[in-house]
């Protein structure tokens, strides 16, 4: 029997209407989604593919609570992009971890650089920060020299696209959410024994990475969090970014802020 999560707990910043980030959560399962935004022009929006994608796979778990994951998450690709009229490489992309109680076990999956912390660890898909291209590891040197967000930090970001985009879904590469279906089978997977994982954690790098660099990363304590507690996490991180750090040069990133989700989950 699938059995039922204790506890559910989640936060969002900004809230999901505008946000690339999408938490849903069904009777055992919970899944977090980051939809990717992209300079190149797409037919949809990240949100609203990472809202499509999320919606049939959580409809795919009510369904079949204890059907494989990757299986699962195959379809939902499929099924999302016949709905948007999607093609592989025209496409906006999404992140997925998704953990599960079936019974006496927690099923993880996670695809793409969205996390899942569990009392045993932090796991995550590295594989797109390994292709270690230039253009990253030069948009970091530039913000911690202090350039800040100025346009040659953009066109950097939208060369890094393009290198990305060349490795996308295929073998040596990384492999993410988008129109192809093949790439669920690439996700992480793994199965706990729940007695030693009684809480999980999933988060949004935007949420992840800026914890991690200020140590507002006490995941036993955000575990047992409420909503308006891990709201008041997601505020901290983005007040840290706005003042502390504004122009990305102690804690080089992407952007001045990221989309920010997290669910903090109980099992039984």
Known sequence: MPGEVASVATAQLPGSENSDDKIFVTRNAVLVLDGASAF?????????????LGSRLSRSLEEAPEADLSNLLAV?????AAELNLSAGESPSS????????????????????????????VTDGRIDALNLGERSRYQERLAQGTGYDEDHTQLLRELQNQQAK????SGGYWIAEA??????????????????PWAI???????NTARHTGLDNWPDLAAAGQSA?????????????TDDPDGKLFPRSKRH???????????
């Open 202 to 208: 999933l988060l949004t790098d935007g949420a992840l």
């Open 40 to 52: 190149i022009p797409v037919p949809v929006s990240a949100s609203r593919y990472a809202a499509t």
């Open 167 to 170: 490795h996308r879904n295929q």
């Open 180 to 197: 192809d279906p093949a790439a669920a089978a690439h996700a992480l997977t793994a199965t706990h024994p729940v007695q030693s994982t």
């Open 258 to 268: 990221d989309d920010k989700a997290i669910a903090a989950v109980r099992f039984r």
């Open 95 to 122: 992140t997925v971890a998704i953990v599960r109680q079936r019974g006496d076990l927690v099923d993880t999956l996670v695809l793409g650089d969205s996390a899942i912390v569990l009392p045993s660890g932090i």
């Open 76 to 80: 939902a690709i499929e099924e999302a």
């Open 230 to 242: 891990l709201l008041a996490l997601l505020d901290r991180l983005h007040e840290w970014e706005e």
